[in-house]
């Protein structure tokens, strides 16, 4: 689930991004970034735990694939939090400086 909510998450900014010129104005760049970059992590520990456990990979236990919900939200979650403190920090249309 960590896999797919970052692969989303990846997706969108990069679409927003793409489309839209404000987000690259307002640095959706930098979410790009992050979520390609954890989307990566868990593509890296998705194929190293098929190679242990084989077949089991595919079917999780219930509380497992909740767990792995909770962590990608928690993923998105702060990766937002981190683009909006870059985004206060750098101020790209002086509203905080007003």
Known sequence: MTLLITALAAIIS??????????????????CYEFWGAFLMWMVDAVYEYLELGELYFSPAGQDMLNDTFLGLSVVVLG???????????????????
């Open 14 to 31: 990069t679409i927003l991004w793409y489309v839209n010129e404000k987000a690259r104005f307002l640095k959706v760049g930098i979410l």
């Open 80 to 98: 937002l939090i981190i683009w909006l403190i870059i985004l206060l920090l750098k101020d790209p249309e002086h509203v905080i400086k007003k």
